[in-house]
């Protein structure tokens, strides 16, 4: 067979196409007109010639055999070209400024995230062959962005439109972000709190087990609006009833029937989470435990938490990764955070004022995600 990386080649003639067919970058006079879109080939002058080398180069290495260096060659192309893909919107867009005064808005053009995200799962691709280790996995997708980064702070992408209406909007941005954050840490504390007893019960009591899950998958089918809103009416009447309710914060609408709908959320994956992991302890273990003399509460804090506590760590990951999402949502009833960025834009029709509000929250899902599986893989090879 001639292809010996079939996955490469696909991805490789999806950046061509990505490339040819669509849009890089969008330029219009002012945020109030729509613009029109500029294709990657006006671009390429000059230098910028030769920014298709590294994708041709990598399409190259799908004829050939894939090992670990050619993997890792392949990691290295990959970031060169989503590195310049980056580096020539920036350049585009301060000449664009350049020419048309302060007004003009340039953002990224459906061809560049199209691009951009196949050049991200070239990288993993090539970094999933590289190597098995989780660890090195995160720190090497992790490293992918720090070229982007030195571009962001040496000031290469402040006339693209995006950063501009972050500039335009710092302090709400960091408003927002400490709000998403007492979002996640207010809703992990409590559910887990709650999430990991509640899980025990279910483990050791097979009469309350049936009516726990049940309780909690129709919670969990219940959409998020309309959870949030039945909300509204009790906390309302409480805050009403006790003023001093009222004066710490609580009512309808705002951070606490938010915090209350995102921990009900998070309370059947932790459940179930701590239920499998306690279900994989070793009946001998518990034995041999109780042999020991240990009593009951010894044995659930030193010996069945400890061997379970990969797969609880996963199911606060799933929590914590559903939390950052849903809490987009919490801002219809006035909790802040991102969600009341992109609410603004899509109110506003203000796409890069959306993606200001949408790129952080996926960002600190990443995070959050990564930060977990690093240290369930920890936890795993010290086992071993």
């Known amino acids: 067979m001639l292809v010996k990386n079939p996955v490469l080649l696909t991805l490789f003639i999806l950046l061509l196409a990505a490339g040819l067919l669509l849009p890089f970058v969008n330029y219009a006079p002012n945020r109030l007109m729509s613009g029109r879109g500029i294709g990657l080939e006006e671009l390429l002058t000059g230098y910028w010639l030769w ?188 805050s009403a009833a006790w003023p001093w309710l009222r004066d710490a914060g609580i009512g309808g609408i705002g951070l606490a029937p938010a915090l209350i709908a995102l921990v009900l959320y998070a309370l059947l994956p932790l459940v179930r989470s701590v239920h499998a992991g306690l279900q994989q302890v070793p009946a001998e273990v518990i034995e041999t435990a109780l042999g020991m003399g240990m009593t009951r509460p010894q044995i659930f804090l030193r010996v069945e938490v400890p061997l379970a506590l990969p797969m609880i760590l996963s199911g606060i990951r799933i929590i914590a990764v559903q939390t950052v999402g849903m809490g987009m949502v919490a801002a219809l009833i006035g909790a802040g955070g991102f969600g009341a960025l992109m609410f603004q834009g899509l109110l506003s029709s203000a796409l890069e004022l959306v993606l200001l509000g949408v790129i952080p929250a996926i960002a600190l899902a990443v995070v959050v995600d990564q930060l977990f599986k690093l240290i369930v893989s920890f936890l795993h090879q010290v086992r071993q």
């Open 51 to 238: 920014l298709p080398v590294p994708a041709l180069l990598a399409g190259a290495l799908c004829f050939i055999t894939p090992s670990r260096p050619l993997s890792v060659a392949v990691t290295i192309l990959a970031e060169l070209l989503l590195f310049c893909l980056v580096a020539l919107a920036g350049s585009t867009a301060a000449r664009l400024a350049g020419q048309g005064g302060y007004l003009v808005r340039t953002s990224f053009g459906s061809g560049f995230w199209l691009m951009a995200a196949l050049c991200l799962l070239m990288a993993a691709d090539a970094i999933g062959r590289a190597t098995a280790s989780h660890a090195l996995r995160v720190l090497a997708n992790a490293q992918l962005w720090l070229p982007l980064a030195l571009l962001l702070m040496a000031g290469r992408l402040d006339e693209l439109s995006l950063l501009k209406e972050y500039a335009n909007r710092q302090q709400v941005f960091q408003a927002a972000l400490g709000e998403h954050l007492t979002l996640l840490f207010g809703t992990l504390a409590p559910a887990i709190l709650i999430g990991i007893p509640l899980g025990f019960i279910c483990h050791h009591s097979a009469r309350w087990r049936p009516a726990l899950f049940s309780t909690l998958n129709i919670i969990q089918t219940i959409p998020a609006i309309a959870l949030f809103g039945l909300l509204i009416a009790p906390l309302s009447g409480l």
